[in-house]
């Protein structure tokens, strides 16, 4: 169908436009289709997960009801369950390490935004605290196992002689595996959550806020401390609640490190017990009463760290719009 | 000292470079310079410490036979090794990868591509970024109450747990690459007369093709550790198993199952295995590092 033999009439009948426009606009408009479903449904999936779960924890919550969160029993063989000392564990093992991670964190940022020491020196520290997110956290584990834990122990027994009148730090002679040692891994690991986020944070600064602190005669701390922090402080804070969020979820350490035990203990010296720890160490011989148990647990998690996580989720979209804003 | 002397000699007794500041304002600023490097030893020593560990026990264990062997070591005794444990890893992040990939590349060209700015892109982006925070554990429970309550335990469903994982990580980091294309490429292929299929699969995929696969291979990373998903999905399993819907071993189980068990050999194996772990994380870091500072460039 060369176009020098054909004559004026036949041109209708004779190129296809129409019917080549139609296949590839088919193919065109399938494909947007085709992925507009896809991003839908990766858009329902974090639903779906909730959903799942909570369906498959039906019958314990049906069971035992809001009691499931203030019952400090979790006895298989009489089938009552129970998760306070979980959450309690939860709860103080991630607070715990944002207590040593935050300065850490907030002060490696400072370090690796500001210029104290020559490019070739924080290059590799950044890339090295990058490295510390990839390490698998089951290796972790088994670093604490049988590094951290035969380390510190001595540690431990001298501050738990010293300090039994503070109730944190009480109770019988430590052994090592303990909600301490859980927090103090924790921490290693979110760590570089806070620091990347928050140089991140300074260096999205603008350049004539510190200029203009410190031109009014501030020193380069002052300036740190009165103007880029206050004004970093919701991508900060964002920072932290994300590293939260992983402390919370982290199943692997807490499992290998915290004991496992079922009782409450107030002291952080003593062994104790996590949800994701609880879910670990019990689904593979669990019936199915205790299944339902797990999955009610799991659920309990699943609102805590999605109740973190979308304050975290709003906080930074808020700070991401105000530096639209300016 | 400025106030002592008389008005005609200020200008030779004023010391400008240190006068406005305070000794204490000086000192505690060098303090706290030196704490902030205190603190940034205080998080690289963790890290050498665990990386000497895991390299010196590792490489006390590791021979040809712990890759070839294909069963775990009975109680007891030291023969064996993890060549199975290998093989079971690769199988459900196969699957976790051949379920996540795909969908999650495409899912990304439509925030990227077709649905910038629109509601449902925010929503999708909101709640992938929601997602990526979910604890790994879930994902294993959300296997676990849609595939194993049906079917059991086995690879398969150890696969949809890391892929429901690597999702939001593959969405995020794929849209982050569509978004580093310039958009005079699309709008000249568009004006030469392409489709947006043809520009999405000829132009815009092709160019962003090294920033996607280090987003792709850093989702892998990530699963590659993962134990806790696969605890109660894919299971553990002493021997050699190819079945994609029986239970397998992999490594990071494996790690934790004999990180609780009392004999030598099962615990060298284990340090054996953080090492290959270790060894195949760091290098998809390192690599993924090397690729983005190439493309920077």
């Known amino acids: 169908m060369s176009s020098a033999d054909r004559n004026y009439d036949s041109l209708q009948e004779d190129i296809s436009i129409e019917r080549k426009m139609d296949t590839s606009r088919a193919l065109d408009v399938g494909f947007v289709r085709l992925t507009l479903l896809l991003a839908g449904f990766a858009g329902i999936i974090l639903i779906w997960v909730v959903l799942q779960t909570t369906e498959a924890a039906l019958p314990a919550i049906q069971k035992f009801g809001l009691g499931f969160l203030f019952t400090t029993r979790w006895n298989p063989v009489e089938d009552i369950y129970g998760v306070l000392p979980q959450i309690y564990g939860t709860l103080m093992t991630s607070l715990v390490a944002l207590i040593f991670a935050i300065p850490l964190g907030i002060g490696t940022a400072i370090f690796l935004t500001e210029d104290f020491v020559p490019k070739w020196i924080t290059t590799p520290i950044s890339f090295a605290i990058e490295l510390i ?96 922090i206050p004004a970093g402080l919701s991508g900060i804070v964002s920072s932290i609640m994300l590293a939260m969020g992983r402390a919370l979820g982290e199943t692997m350490v807490a499992a290998m490190l915290s004991g496992n035990a079922n009782r409450i203990s107030i002291s952080l010296m003593q062994p104790g017990s996590t949800i994701t720890g609880l879910i670990a160490s ?45 | 000292m400025s106030m002592s002397s008389s008005a005609q000699l200020a200008s030779q007794d004023i010391d400008i470079s240190t006068g406005a500041i305070s000794p204490i304002r000086n000192y505690s600023g060098k303090i706290l310079t030196l704490l902030s490097g205190v603190f940034v030893a205080a998080i690289i020593i963790p890290l050498i410490w665990v990386l000497w560990d895991v390299i010196g026990e590792g490489v006390k264990q590791l021979s040809w036979q712990t890759f070839t062997e294909t069963r775990y070591p009975a109680p007891g005794l030291t023969e064996g090794g993890f060549g199975h444990a290998i093989v079971g890893s690769l199988m459900v992040l196969a699957t976790g990868a051949a379920l996540s990939f795909p969908f999650g590349i495409l899912a990304a060209v439509y925030l990227s591509e077709f649905g910038r700015g629109t509601r449902l892109a925010y929503l999708v982006k909101f709640s992938c970024n929601v997602l990526t925070g979910v604890p790994a554990i879930l994902c294993g429970l959300f296997a676990y109450a849609v595939v194993v309550r049906g079917s059991g335990f086995s690879a398969f469903s150890g696969g949809i747990a890391l892929g429901v994982l690597m999702l939001p990580i593959v969405i ?48 892998l990373a990530r699963a590659t550790g993962e134990a806790a998903p696969l605890l109660f999905t894919s299971f553990n399993n002493n021997f050699w198993s190819t079945n994609l819907f029986g239970p397998v071993a992999t490594l990071p189980v494996m790690i934790y199952v004999f990180s609780k068990i009392p004999f030598e050999a099962q615990r060298q194996l284990a340090w054996a295995g953080a090492l290959v772990l270790l ?16 493309t920077k460039k």
């Not at chain 1, 002679?173 to 620091?195: F, H, K, N, Q």
């Not at chain 1, 019990?282 to 760290?305: I, P």
Request: some cysteine; hydrophobic content about 55%.
């Open chain 1, 133 to 228: 997110v990839a390490i698998p956290s089951v290796v972790l584990g088994l670093w604490g196992i049988f590094v951290l834990i035969p380390a510190v122990r001595p540690v431990f027994e001298a501050i738990n002689r010293s300090m039994q009148w503070f109730p944190l730090l009480a109770g019988p002679r430590p052994r090592g595996t303990s909600l301490l040692i859980v927090a103090l891994v924790l921490s290693i690991m979110i760590c570089p959550i806070i620091v990347s986020i928050t140089r991140s944070t300074f260096e999205s600064l603008p350049r004539s806020l510190r200029d203009g602190a410190l031109a009014l005669g501030a020193t380069r701390w002052e300036t740190i401390m009165t103007v880029m």
């Open chain 1, 282 to 326: 019990q689904f593979g011989e669990a019936g199915r009463t205790q299944v339902a148990a797990l999955m009610y647990a799991g659920v309990v998690l699943m609102v805590m760290s999605l109740l973190v996580n979308v304050l975290a989720e709003f906080i930074i979209r808020k700070f991401q719009n105000l530096q639209q804003a300016n």
């Open chain 2, 172 to 219: 995020r980091s794929t849209e982050e690459a569509l978004l580093l294309v310039s958009p005079d490429m699309r709008l000249a292929s568009i004006g030469l007369g392409s489709t947006r299929f043809q520009t999405t699969m000829r132009i815009v995929l092709p160019a962003a093709a090294p920033a996607i696969v280090t987003g792709l291979i850093l989702a």
């Open chain 2, 279 to 294: 060894a195949l994380v760091l290098a998809a870091s390192v690599l993924s590092r090397y690729v983005v500072h190439k």
